[in-house]
């Protein structure tokens, strides 16, 4: 019985059929499934986004209609959390800002976004104002979320903090609407 193995084990060695399939096999099967990794991440780094997109625009949508309402922070945060139904821990690792836009003069604000970073000690939360009837506001959002796969593909080339969480920011402008 093992002589009957090893006889099939040393035919299967010596033959060389198909032996010009084994190189293509080898170059093409990574970065196929370096392709599907990546379709993945992406796929689902879309579906956050637009989770994301749809909360901030119902906490604008509020926050427009409701100008003598007096909104904090934590008010708009819980609206975005609750209608953005695909984030994972939207609670701790979204940050808003809301700022006042001069359309008629020059200003540019902060390019970089004010995000959470769970590695390093809590900041207060820069530049959250509520604005006055007719005035341009923009609310930009920051959650920071864990790639599907990190250590490949998409989920490598985000730039990740001390967590290894990656940065999404959506921003929305709007102007309040009269009371």
């Known amino acids: 019985m093992i002589r009957s193995w090893r006889k099939i084990l040393r035919r299967f060695r010596r033959s060389e059929d198909g032996s010009a399939l084994v190189i293509e096999f080898c170059i093409f099967v990574p970065l196929l499934f370096g392709a599907f990794l990546m379709a993945v991440e992406m796929g689902i780094y879309s579906m956050r986004q637009m989770y994301l997109d749809r909360g901030l625009d119902i906490a604008v ?47 540019q604000y902060n390019q970089a976004a004010d995000c959470v970073d769970t590695s390093q000690p809590i900041k207060p939360v820069r530049g959250f104002q509520l604005g006055q009837q007719n005035q341009m506001m923009m609310l930009r959002a920051c959650v920071k979320f864990k790639p599907v796969y990190p250590t490949s593909g ?10 290894g969480r990656a940065t999404m920011i959506s921003a929305a402008a709007f102007v309040q609407e009269p009371g």
Do not use: S
Not at 61 to 85: E, F, P, S
Not at 154 to 163: H, I, Q, S, V
């Open 154 to 163: 998409l989920g490598f080339a985000f730039e990740k903090d001390g967590t």
């Open 61 to 107: 949508r509020a926050v427009r209609l409701n100008t003598n309402t007096n909104y904090t922070h934590n008010d708009i945060k819980q609206i975005v959390c609750d209608n953005a139904g695909w984030l994972e821990n939207c609670d701790e690792t979204l940050r808003l800002e809301m700022v006042t836009l001069n359309p008629r003069v020059f200003y």
